[in-house]
Every structure is written in C-alpha cells, then in structure tokens.
C-alpha cells in the first residue's frame, strides 16, 4: 500500500546543530507539505513543494530550508537549531489539483 | 488572511453523548472544509470534507455541513465512543488551485468517558 513515512520519529538535538529530517512517500503526489505541530497553535505551514525542483516559503519558514530532487521525498532541514524549534513535525502530500493532504506520522523534535 | 477558530477544549463526555464541535472560518471566496482527527502518538487522518455551500460531509457518524451564511462547519455526532478520544482539527484550504498549504485550528481536544 502507498504512504508517507518520516524519520526519525524522536530526535534530541543541541542548539546551533544542523538537523534534517526526511519524508518519503510512495504515493507519487506532486505536492508536498512541512507543517509543525505546537500546543495553542494548531499546525502551522513550514514549506510546501508542488514538484521536483520546486519549492515555497509558508507562514513560519525562518530558519528551515527544503530542497526536492525527485517526486518522492522532501527533507526539512534546520540550518542552525534552536529552542524554538522543539516542536512535533508533520510531512503531508496531495495529487496535483486534489485538495485533500495525506500527513505521515510525524516526528517529536526536541532542542536542548 | 485566511484563519480558522474552534473550541479547545478539552471537552469531556459521557459514552453515548451527543458531539458538537463548534467551527467558523475566514476566508475570502469558497474554500474547502476539512476535519481532520489525531489519535494519540499518531499522524493526523481526513475524516471529512465539504468543497462547497450547503455540502454535507460524512464518516464513521460524524457529519458537518459547509454554512457559507454563518462561515461554519461544526462537527457532530449523535453518539460517541471511548474509541472517539482524540484531538480533532478544523481546517481549509483556499480557492484558486494551487498548492496551497491548509490552514489549521489549533484542534480540540475530545475525552468521552465510559
């Protein structure tokens, strides 16, 4: 059966470390989405990616970057990790044109 | 910009309880309507959706139906389950095509006790 899956589910990091955190789908969409996952606020946009190559700021991009070099995956890196950023993150992906998003599993990070 | 209120809860019922979750919306043109459920230590799962006026969703009990006249989408059930415990979230998603990320409440939390 096609999914999402993310890794790692758990990360401790320190701040100022470079982490990245992967996505992977199997179910050949176009579109790809980074949201975090933050008591009081709901999810919130990170990045978006509507295919290979392409890629879009959302509501809370400072400090991740995303790059798509095929249609499968789109890791989320933090360039320099902060406290701020300990958070729950969530990978989703939709068919071009289909507004309904499919979320993986998400991953707990934690940034001492 | 586009923004989605809820009730946050937590929200605690008795087994067989009826549910309603209230839901409002801001939007500029005809978004589509989602509710989207999280089970502890889980990823988050569509349970419905409306695309447009007067549509009504439906899943596993639940219903809503897309007010455009009162910007709502509440969720209801007529009779819960224990195995209903979760965080449910209101969100949407703006007209215009694209790829445009969903915009999310911040997610009620429902405790249905036996």
């Known amino acids: 059966d096609a999914e999402i899956t993310q890794s790692p589910r758990h990360k401790i990091t320190e701040t100022g470390r470079q982490v990245t955190l992967a996505c992977h789908q199997t179910?050949?969409?176009?579109?790809m989405f980074w949201y975090r996952q933050d008591l009081g606020h709901g999810l919130r946009l990170i990045h978006y990616?509507?295919?290979?190559?392409?890629?879009n700021k959302g509501e809370v991009s400072d400090g991740y970057s995303v790059s798509r070099s095929n249609t499968e995956d789109l890791p989320l890196t933090l360039e320099s990790a902060a406290s701020s950023q300990t958070s729950v993150y969530f990978c989703?992906?939709?068919?071009?044109?289909?507004?309904?998003?499919?979320f993986g599993p998400g991953t707990r990070l934690t940034v001492l | 910009g586009d923004s989605v209120t809820q009730m946050e809860g937590p929200v605690t019922l008795s087994e067989e309880a009826f549910l309603t979750i209230n839901c409002t919306y801001t939007a500029t043109g005809y978004p589509s309507l989602f509710w989207y459920v999280q089970y502890p230590g889980e990823g988050l799962q569509l349970l419905l959706k409306?695309?447009?006026?007067?549509d009504k969703g439906s899943n596993k009990g639940f219903e809503a139906t897309y007010r455009k006249e009162t910007t709502s989408f509440h969720l209801e059930k007529g009779s819960v389950q224990v195995s209903d415990s979760a965080v449910y979230f209101c969100a949407l998603r703006h007209s215009g095509g694209g790829a445009d990320g969903l915009t999310f409440g911040k997610g009620t939390h429902l405790i249905i006790q036996p």
């Open positions: 409306a695309t447009k006026a007067d």
């Open positions: 989703a992906s939709s068919e071009s044109g289909m507004d309904t998003q499919y």
């Open positions: 990616s509507y295919g290979v190559q392409d890629t």
């Open positions: 179910w050949n969409h176009n579109n």
